[in-house]
């Protein structure tokens, strides 16, 4: 029997995946990863520069909606843990084109969930080994909060968009699984992360690369939209406590008490940068460059997460306040501009074919 336990890290090779994979190999070498990712637009192989395959970490180019595939893997590794990452996760591109998200998002999580379910759940399996189904997902869930409150793990679901509806689904499809079939899951629901490898599509990533380029920031609406704002390295740890501690069947809230308007954050970046490398060009400080424009559709007004139960009953608490978080974050994205400018010039989808030679 193998002395390892194997976790499948769906999305692996995207933000808050391979932020996770990386504190797994550094953190936890008595855990095998295996990363299945598909490598949209979104999986980038560079996230994960210097690791190499080998005991603790494989890594498969598979898409999560193919239920062969994931089935041959689940007996071919002997999975006994799945964090479920893999996701369309970017709001605007669900709402310019939500078919995606409702194949990957909710069909996708089905076939995993499927998957699990007989190779965990079937007569005559060996179940000594713990099992547990992660699914990551988000505040976004709960909908839109307005001046006051927070949303809880009781808060009711209230989905706006096609993503957080595609997430809300899913999430209920996990819940389902547990109360039907008993397969032990668990799911985590975290407010906006930001750090390093974000895809320069979100908030943070954007106006650093719109800036470095002399190009205007676009706020949408008025700029008071609230985002509660997470370093990525606290939600991977809140993750693992989930993991160790967690109780199967229950959510988990994850968030640091952080709200900031979007017109702060924006701000605040700009100060940074004019600070750290000088002001523009121009000689007029970055925040001459921002420029309010039409409101998203749906635009959820403000998140706020409450997370009492995550805090009290497995003692997580962040460790990175968003003054340090977002210094490191925009001193991480000024040593990387070659990983911002493989994006940007689209080179980093070669990177598969450059390492694998398919
Ligand atoms: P991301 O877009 O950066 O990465 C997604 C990854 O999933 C990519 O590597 C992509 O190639 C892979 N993927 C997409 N479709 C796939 C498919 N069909 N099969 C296999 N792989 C596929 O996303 P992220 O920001 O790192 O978010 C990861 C998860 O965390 C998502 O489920 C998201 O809903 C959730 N989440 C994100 C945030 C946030 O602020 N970014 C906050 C809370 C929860
Ligand atoms: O709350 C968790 C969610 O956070 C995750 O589930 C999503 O996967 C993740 O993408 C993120 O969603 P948001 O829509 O909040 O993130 P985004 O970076 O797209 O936008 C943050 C805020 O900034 C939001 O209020 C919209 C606004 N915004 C965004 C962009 C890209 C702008 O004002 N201008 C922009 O150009």
Redesign the pocket.
């Known amino acids: 029997m193998k002395n390892k336990r194997t976790v499948l890290v ?9 932020n996770f994979v990386r504190l797994l190999l550094d953190d936890y070498p008595e855990w095998r990863v295996i990363n ?9 192989l560079r ?1 994960l520069k210097g690791i190499t395959e080998g005991e603790n970490y494989r890594m498969v180019k ?5 239920a062969e595939a994931i089935e041959n893997l689940f007996i071919e590794e002997e999975i006994d843990t799945v964090v ?7 709001v605007d591109r669900s709402i310019s084109g939500p078919a ?1 998200f409702i ?3 909710i069909i ?1 999580t089905f076939t995993l969930l499927e998957a699990a379910r007989k190779n965990w759940l079937a007569e005559g399996v060996d179940d000594s080994r713990e099992k547990c189904f992660l699914h ?5 869930v709960y909908g839109s909060l307005g001046e006051t409150g927070f949303f809880t793990e009781s808060t009711a679901f209230d989905p706006r968009s096609p ?1 957080s509806a595609s ?1 809300a689904s899913s999430d209920h499809l996990v819940s389902a699984y547990f109360h039907t079939y008993g397969l032990p899951v668990r799911i ?7 750090g390093p ?3 320069p599509e ?1 908030l943070i990533p954007l106006v650093f690369n719109n800036s470095m380029l002399g190009k205007e920031l676009p706020v949408y609406g008025d700029g008071k939209n609230i985002r509660d704002w ?1 370093y ?1 390295e606290d ?1 991977c740890e809140a993750i693992v406590e989930v993991l160790k501690k967690g109780e199967n069947g229950k959510s988990y809230n ?1 968030g640091g008490n952080n709200e900031k308007q979007n017109i702060e954050v924006v701000t605040l970046i700009c100060d940074i940068l004019d600070r750290k490398i000088g002001l523009l060009e121009s000689g007029e400080p970055r925040s001459s460059l921002i420029t309010f424009v039409k409101d998203r559709l749906g635009h959820d007004r403000r998140y706020a997460i409450d997370p009492t139960r995550i805090r009290d009953e497995l003692g997580w608490e962040p460790k990175v306040t968003f003054e340090s978080g977002i210094e490191k974050t925009l001193d991480w994205y000024l040593e990387n501009q070659d990983w911002v400018k493989a994006i940007v010039d689209g080179s980093y989808q070669n990177y598969y074919q450059e390492m694998y030679g398919k």
Request: with cysteine; hydrophobic share 25%; glycine share 10%.
């Open positions: 769906t999305g692996g090779c995207g933000f808050i995946g391979s299945l990712d598909k490598l949209t637009y979104a999986g980038n996230n598979a898409d999560i909606c193919d479920h990452f893999a996701a369309e996760s970017h995606e194949q990957t998002n996708g990551v997902s988000t505040d976004e993503y997430k985590t629901n975290c407010s906006n992360n930001y490898y974000q895809f979100k997470l990525v939600h994850i």
